[in-house]
């Protein structure tokens, strides 16, 4: 067994047998996340975007379907307007009776 310092630098960090943390909510359509969460750029970093937001991959590929860089960019961080799409808004009721690590494929970019 590895010896260990007095002056542990990690003695920070969550030990693995510590209690699991609370799931965060994704943050399109609220659910807790499950074993999987991608951390999406709401206003793309191609467009200056530099805040992450956790999201299911499943709900991040709903997205990136219905709209472009250019419209993220417009709607930012706001979810209200992303959810006026009717498409985002049918598929966000839809998932919410799904279990958090539910995955299915996305139809195809919709331009």
Sequence with gaps: M??????????HLPQK????????PCWLCGRPTGKTIV???PIPKSRGGRDVVPMH???QQ???ANFTNSELQRHGMEVAGL???????????????KDP???????????
């Design 39 to 41: 951390w999406h750029h």
């Design 62 to 64: 709903t997205l990136t």
């Design 83 to 97: 959810l006026d799409n009717a498409n985002v808004r049918r598929f966000v009721d839809w998932v919410a009776k």
């Design 17 to 24: 047998d510590d209690a699991a943390a609370e799931p965060v």
């Design 101 to 111: 690590d539910f995955t299915a494929t996305i139809t195809k970019k919709q331009r």
């Design 2 to 11: 590895a010896r260990r310092s007095k002056h542990d630098p990690y003695d």
């Design 57 to 59: 991959s499943i709900c």
